[in-house]
C-alpha cells in the first residue's frame, strides 16, 4: 500500500478531499489531506511535520512555497502540484464575471510554462502577475491589488488573502492537476521502491562476499567499504564515507594502490597483513569516475586452492588406517608405533624398512592421520608397478604434447596434488639412479617442474619413504645415492617381520576370520588354540600378506554346512598344513643376512659361522629338529652330535 499526504489550504482542501476520497479504493493507495498554514513556519515544521511523518506516509504532495520549506527538513519526498495550462484557462474563465481585471499570483511564474497576454485582447481583460518569496509578501501585494477591485488567481492562502480583502479568489488547480499529481507520485514512490530494492540487494551482495571491496569516485574520496574490508584492513568503526583512502590505509598501500593502473593478483602489504588485491577503475564518457579495490585474504585462497584439491584431484586420496587400527601384543612392534608416533609429529622424512607385507603402507597411513596434515592428501603409490617413465609423468605430471599419448590439457604430478599432504613412495629401492637424482631435486628445493614444462611449481609436501631391504647395501653397491638416501634416512621406522612377532598371530587370526564369518569364527573358537598352534609353527615369509592368505584359503576349505567334515583338533591341524606353502621348502626361501664378527685364527672364524648359520636354521624351523637334520642330510645322531660340537644348546 502506497502512503501519500497532501498539505494545503482553505478551497484547496475542500477540492483535495473530494477528489481523495473517490481515488483512494480506485487507485490501490492511502491519501491523507492535511491542512498547513505556511505563514506560520513553525507550526509547519514543528507540529503539521511531525504528524505526517508518523503516518509513514510515503510522500507528500503541497505547493512550490510549501515544498521549498519542507523538503530540507525531511527524509520523506516532496513534489509541488503539477499545474496545466487548462488549470489557468480554467481559471481565467471562472473569474471573468466577477472582475475583467485579473491578478494571477504565483510563488514561482515559471510554473505557467506560457506567456497568457494574448488573452488580455482576445477575452478583453486585463492579467497582472503577482510573485512572492513569503506568505507576508503575498499578504501586502494583494492588498495592493484589491484597491482595483479586481479577482485572484491562485493559490490555497492566495485564495484565502484575496478573500480577506473583498476580492473574488479563484483555485488555480483543478481535480486534473491534482489527479495528475497523486498519478505522478505513485510513479516516483514505485521507481524510488524499485531504487531502495536494488540497493537493498547491492549492499546485501557486497556485505556477504568474503573479499574485501572498497569503491573510490573520482576524487579518491571513499564511496564504498563492505565488512570484510573493515576486517582484513582492520580499520576503525566509524564511517569512512567521503573521506581519502589515505586515510584508510597506510602511506605505503596508498601508493602501491595508486600506482599504477588496472592491475590483478598483486601483493600488498598492509599494516596488519599481506593481501591479493586487484584493481578496477570506472569509466563513463571515457571520464574516469572512479576506482574498485578487492581484496583477499592470501591464506583463504589457499584453504580454497586445497579444498578444491581435496574434492577434485586428491579425490580418493586419502589415508584410512590409524595407528588405532593396528593390532599388536609384540613388545618390538609396540615400541615401533610408539617411535612412529613421535615422528608423526614432526615435519621431517621418515624411512620404513620391513620385509614385503608386514605392513608398512599401514604404518605410512597411520603417521599421516596421527600428523599436522591428516586434513589433506595421502597419496601413495608403489614405485616397483610402474614403468620409470610412467612413474616420472605420475609424479611430475605433464604438460600438453610432452610425449606421444600425452592428455592435451596436460596433467598435474602427484607431487602437486599431495600440495600441504604427505607423499608415500613405496619400494623406493627400485627406482633407477637417474630418477633418484630427480626425486632428490624434490626433496631438497620443494619444488617440481612437470614434464615439457618450464614452470617450477613450489610443492608444500611431507615425504614418507618404504623398502623391504636396508638401503645401506644398495648404497655401498653403488645401485642407491648415497645423497638420496640420507635425505631419506632422517627417520627411521624398522617393522618387524611377523616370524619375529608370534603372538601377534592369533590377534590377527581372530580379527581375520570374524571378519570373514562370525558364525564359522563362532564354530571354530573350541579349537582355537590348536589352529593359532599350528599357524605359529610357519615361517611365512610373506608376512601378514600371507598369513590372510593361508586364513582365506582355510575359511574356504572348512565348511561347517558339509556333514562329511568332522570338526577336531587333528582335522584343523590338516586343513591348516593344506593351505600353507610347502614347509619344507622353507629353508630355501629365507631371506635374512648372517652378520658375524672374524675370528683370530680362520679355524675359528669358520666354526663360528658354522655356529651363526646353524641358529638361523634352527630359528627358521621353529625346533623341528628332525626336519631340519633331514634337510641337512644329517641323521639325528650326526645332527645332535653337530649341536653339541658348535655349543648350541635346545
Known amino acids: ?22 481515488l483512494a479504493s480506485k487507485m490501490n493507495v492511502n491519501i491523507q489531506v492535511f491542512e498547513s498554514h505556511p505563514e506560520d513556519a513553525d507550526d509547519l515544521l514543528h507540529t503539521l511535520l511531525p504528524r505526517v511523518e508518523k503516518t509513514e506516509t510515503d510522500i507528500i504532495i503541497t505547493g512550490r512555497f510549501t515544498k521549498g520549506l519542507l523538503e530540507s527538513k525531511t527524509d520523506i519526498p516532496v513534489i509541488h502540484l503539477h499545474l ?12 471573468m464575471p466577477y472582475s475583467n481585471r485579473i491578478a494571477i499570483a504565483m510563488f514561482d511564474l515559471a510554473d505557467l510554462r506560457y506567456d497568457y497576454s494574448a488573452l488580455q485582447d482576445l477575452l478583453n481583460i486585463k492579467l497582472e502577475y503577482i510573485t512572492y518569496r513569503t506568505p507576508e509578501e503575498l499578504q501586502v501585494k494583494i492588498e495592493k491589488f484589491s484597491k482595483t477591485k479586481g479577482a485572484v488567481i491562485g493559490t490555497g492562502f492566495a485564495v484565502t488573502f484575496a478573500k480577506q480583502n473583498g476580492l473574488h479568489g479563484t483555485l488555480i488547480y483543478s481535480e486534473k492537476s491534482i489527479l495528475e499529481s497523486i498519478e505522478r507520485a505513485i510513479e516516483i514512490i514505485h521507481y524510488k521502491r524499485e531504487e531502495e530494492t536494488k540497493n537493498q540487494e547491492f549492499k546485501a551482495i557486497i556485505h556477504s562476499v568474503r573479499d574485501g571491496i572498497i569503491a573510490t569516485n573520482g576524487q579518491d574520496k571513499i564511496t564504498i567499504v563492505n565488512e570484510a574490508a573493515r576486517k582484513l584492513l582492520e580499520l576503525p568503526a566509524e564511517s569512512l564515507f567521503g573521506k581519502e583512502l589515505s586515510q584508510a590505509v597506510s602511506d605505503e598501500a596508498s601508493r602501491q594502490l595508486a600506482d599504477q593502473d588496472d592491475f590483478q593478483d598483486k601483493i600488498i602489504s598492509f599494516e596488519h597483513s599481506r ?16 576506482n574498485v579495490f578487492t581484496f583477499q585474504d592470501i591464506t583463504n585462497i589457499q584453504k580454497i586452492e586445497q579444498k578444491y584439491r581435496l574434492e577434485n584431484e586428491a579425490k580418493g586420496q586419502l589415508a584410512k588406517t590409524t595407528f588405532e587400527d593396528i593390532i599388536c601384543e609384540n613388545a618390538d612392534m609396540k615400541r615401533t608405533i610408539e617411535r612412529a608416533k613421535k615422528f608423526a609429529l614432526t615435519d621431517s622424512t621418515v624411512l620404513i624398512i620391513g620385509e614385503t607385507g608386514t605392513g608398512k603402507e599401514l604404518i605410512a597411513q597411520s603417521i ?5 596434515r591428516k586434513s589433506h592428501p595421502f597419496v601413495a603409490i608403489n614405485c616397483a608397478a610402474l614403468p620409470e617413465t610412467l612413474l616420472e609423468s605420475q609424479l611430475f605430471g605433464y604438460e600438453d604434447g610432452a610425449f606421444t599419448g600425452a592428455s592435451k590439457h596436460g596433467k598435474k604430478g602427484l607431487f602437486e596434488v599431495a600440495h600441504n599432504g604427505t607423499v608415500f613412495l613405496d619400494e623406493i629401492n627400485s627406482i633407477s639412479l637417474h630418477f633418484q637424482a630427480r626425486l632428490l631435486r624434490v626433496l631438497q628445493e620443494k619444488e617440481v ?12 609436501i611431507r615425504v614418507l619413504a618404504a623398502a623391504n631391504e636396508d638401503l645401506i647395501h644398495l648404497v655401498k653397491n653403488n645401485t642407491f645415492r648415497a645423497d638420496l638416501y640420507y635425505r631419506l634416512n632422517v627417520l627411521k621406522v624398522n617393522v618387524p617381520p611377523l616370524r619375529n612377532r608370534l603372538e601377534d598371530i592369533p590377534l590377527l587370526t581372530k580379527l581375520f576370520l570374524k571378519n570373514q564369518s562370525k558364525d564359522l569364527f563362532r564354530q571354530l573358537e573350541p579349537y582355537a588354540l590348536t589352529l593359532y598352534s599350528e599357524l605359529k609353527k610357519y615361517h611365512y615369509p610373506g608376512n601378514i600378506r600371507e598369513l590372510y592368505n593361508i586364513l582365506e584359503r582355510f575359511a574356504i576349505l572348512i565348511d561347517p554346512a558339509d556333514e562329511q567334515q568332522l570338526l577336531g583338533a587333528e582335522f584343523i591341524k590338516q586343513i591348516v598344513l593344506e593351505c600353507m ?14 652378520e658375524m664378527g ?11 659361522a658354522e655356529k651363526v648359520i646353524m641358529q638361523k636354521y634352527l630359528e627358521s624351523f621353529r625346533g623341528d629338529k628332525s626336519l631340519l637334520a633331514s634337510k641337512l642330510g644329517m641323521g639325528r645322531t650326526t645332527f645332535y652330535r653337530k649341536l653339541k660340537d658348535l655349543d648350541i644348546t635346545l
Not at 593481501?275 to 572512479?290: A, E, F, P, V
Not at 617442474?449 to 608444500?460: A, H
Not at 606353502?581 to 648372517?594: A, G, L, V
Not at 672374524?598 to 663360528?608: A, C, D, P, V
Open 598 to 608: 672374524i675370528k683370530e685364527s680362520y679355524r675359528e672364524s669358520m666354526l663360528e
Open 449 to 460: 617442474v612437470c614434464l615439457g614444462g618450464n614452470k617450477v611449481i613450489p610443492i608444500n
Open 275 to 290: 593481501l591479493n588485491t586487484n584493481k578496477t577503475i570506472l569509466y563513463q564518457k571515457g571520464r574516469k569516475i572512479g
Open 581 to 594: 606353502e610347502d614347509r619344507s621348502e622353507e629353508w630355501m626361501h629365507m631371506e635374512d643376512k648372517i
Open 368 to 372: 599421516h592421520n596421527h600428523s599436522k
Open 1 to 22: 500500500m502506497t502512503n501519500i499526504s497532501i498539505l494545503g489550504q482553505g478551497d484547496f482542501i475542500q477540492l483535495a478531499t473530494r477528489i481523495t476520497t473517490k
Open 84 to 95: 496545466t495550462p487548462s488549470d489557468i484557462l480554467s481559471a481565467v474563465k471562472k473569474s
